[in-house]
């Protein structure tokens, strides 16, 4: 069965909030060298990462020393808002962090089945740059728990499962960090 090594993006240059598709900062590209350093000695292993740039960003170092193209795979993007308008953002997840699953909306629920569909679906080791909730869904997953969050995932923190095509199992937890939502 394969290990999925799923990486929380670095520091983005925006809040969620503020920006559609921010990239990293200073720290976040330091943050992804750093991690990048981190798992070289692994691989090459199958590189996958979100669209948005902040993940793409964080690949690049890692896709750089081992000399390959990582895959976008849309299912690993941030959780979509279905607040009306872009301004409300920020409040909307807020309010979603506190949630369950049998608390949201119905097209956050088929997004939530569709990660976990591709996770599973991946068979071979994978590199994985996603986002916050992404990974949280993959641990509530793994730990059969209903919250949306479970923990805190430090930028750059790097969380492992075992991936088969009907199941995750949580290997280990990334560093915990208290996540700010801006």
Request: aromatic share 6%; hydrophobic share 45%.
């Amino acid at each position: 069965m394969p290990k999925l090594y799923m990486v929380r993006h670095g520091k983005a240059a925006a809040a969620w909030g503020e920006d559609p598709d921010p990239g990293l900062d200073g720290t976040g590209h330091d943050q992804a060298k750093a991690v990048a350093r981190g798992l070289a000695g692994m691989g090459p292993l199958l590189i996958v990462t979100s669209p948005l740039r902040r993940c793409r960003e964080t690949a690049a170092p890692l896709a750089a020393l081992w000399g390959i193209e990582p895959r976008i795979l849309d299912a690993v993007r941030e959780v979509p808002s279905p607040a009306p308008d872009f301004a409300s953002r920020g409040e909307w997840l807020r309010g979603f962090l506190s949630r369950s699953w049998s608390e949201v909306e119905p097209s956050v629920l088929a997004w939530r089945q569709g990660l976990i569909a591709a996770l599973c679906a991946l068979s071979e080791d994978s590199v994985v740059f996603t986002h916050f909730v992404p990974i949280n869904v993959a641990v509530g997953a793994a730990q059969g728990t209903e919250r949306v969050v479970n923990f805190r995932p430090d930028h750059c923190s790097v969380t492992v499962f075992q991936a088969d095509r009907h199941a995750l199992t949580l290997l280990s937890l990334g560093r915990d960090a208290e996540t700010q939502i801006r």
